[in-house]
Structures are given as C-alpha cells and as structure tokens.
C-alpha cells in the first residue's frame, strides 16, 4: 500500500517568493495533519483536517501561512511571502481518525530552504 | 495538558545487543495512547509500536518492545538484537484518547541512537 506522499521533497527558494507544499494522504484515511520540524522547537503541528474540514489551525504561525484540503485525496500547504525562519522540514501526516489505536503516519517529508 | 520527557539526548549501543530507549510522559487523562517513531538520517519519521494506557500487556512488534510502567508513567522502548540500521533518531509521542484534543500527538525531543559495529 502507497504511504503518504509529499511533494517536492526539497524546495530551495528565495524569501518573499511562494511556496506551495502538496500532500496525498494514505487512502481511507480521514484525518489529515501537516507538521513542522526545526531543530530549535521540534515537532510542531500546524493544522489538523477532519474530512478534509480544518479543525485546529491554532498552530499556523501567522497569515502567510495557508492550508486547504479540496479532497479527500490532496492537501496543499502554502507560504506566501516565504521568510528564511521558515526553513524546516515539513511533514504530512494521516490517520484514519477513529479508535483509541489511531495512529499517524507521516510522509518523507518536505525539506524548505528559504535563502 | 499532555508532557513527553525523553532524559537520554544520546545513546550507543555495540550492534546485536539490546538498548532501552527511556520515556517518561505526564498526563491527567486516563485514557492515553503512547507511540514511539523512528526517523533516521533520510527524515523520514516511522510509526514503530503503540501502547495503549488501558492494555494489559506490553506492546510488541518484531524486535521492538515496550516496557511499559502506568503507575511510573514510563514507556521505554526496548530493541533487541541491534542493527546497524536502527541508528537513527526515536521519538516518544502520546495522545489523549477522548476530549477536544484526542487527535493531538506530543512529541518528546528525541534520542539519538548510535549502534556502533
């Protein structure tokens, strides 16, 4: 079975550019998240997707972050303008949003480089 | 709120032999789950084993075990017969099993294991 799929898996780009992350989550999976990883504060999560409805963005930094889920199939993450302090490795995640076992599996993964 | 305490930020272990991998959680809920992920050098993070606060017995999956302790509010993770390829980062995460915050996970900051030939 095809895990969750992250694209691209590196973006290198210049800050005040656009940046647009993209997520296919595991099939059947109901819950969507996107995570953030920095060396200085760890595992952060961004937002959470419940059927492909946002439940908790309280972890998005600031406007210039955005995060739609058209699907049930794809998720997109966007950054618009990019700051260098956003360089991190950015992950997607999916569960199957039900039972006391639910358990999150990530994608590989997309390392953001803001110059 | 929900708290991951992983004491050891580095750990050798000589290959085929076994290490534990500490973590200590705090929580008020009583009903919790706690999973453990390993992310090697390539980034990816992988789910490994899940306790759940209510089973009865310690989780196994193939050479990784959980040693898990409620009324000490420990889940060590415990690999046996060590490879070369277990070297990598491991993470201990819990999640609140009811509540408005059940599908949150908390991460602890990680201990890097080196398994040396």
């Known amino acids: 079975d095809a895990g969750v799929i992250q694209s691209p898996r590196h973006e290198v780009t210049e800050m005040g550019q656009e940046v647009t992350l993209r997520c296919k989550p595991i099939?059947?999976?109901?819950?969507l998240f996107w995570y953030r990883q920095t060396m200085m504060r760890g595992l952060e999560l961004l937002i959470y997707?419940?059927?492909?409805?946002?439940?908790?963005d309280s972890g998005m930094p600031e406007d210039r972050f955005s995060a739609k889920m058209p699907n049930a199939s794809f998720s997109t993450l966007k950054i618009q303008p990019s700051e260098p302090r956003d360089s991190a490795v950015y992950f997607c995640?999916?569960?199957?949003?039900?039972?006391?076992?639910?358990?999150?599996?990530f994608g590989p993964g997309t390392r953001l480089t803001v110059l | 709120a929900q708290k991951i305490t992983q004491t050891q930020p580095g750990m050798f272990v000589q290959e085929k032999e076994a290490v534990t991998l500490d973590c200590t959680y705090d929580?008020?809920?009583?009903?919790?789950?706690l999973f453990w992920y390993k992310q090697p050098s390539s980034g990816e993070m992988i789910f490994l084993i899940y306790?759940?606060?209510?089973?009865?017995q310690n989780a196994t999956e193939g050479r990784y075990s959980l040693n898990f302790q409620k009324a000490r509010k420990s889940a060590n993770l415990v690999i046996s017969a060590s490879q070369l390829g277990d070297s990598a980062m491991y993470f201990c995460?819990?999640?609140?099993?009811?509540?408005?915050?059940?599908?949150?996970?908390?991460f602890g900051k990680g201990t890097l294991l080196t398994v040396n030939p």
């Open positions: 997707f419940n059927n492909n409805v946002p439940i908790d």
């Open positions: 099939s059947g999976h109901n819950s």
């Open positions: 995460a819990m999640r609140p099993n009811s509540g408005g915050s059940n599908y949150k996970l908390t």
């Open positions: 929580t008020s809920d009583q009903s919790y789950g």
């Open positions: 995640a999916s569960s199957r949003g039900q039972g006391r076992s639910d358990t999150q599996y």
């Open positions: 306790q759940g606060s209510y089973d009865e």
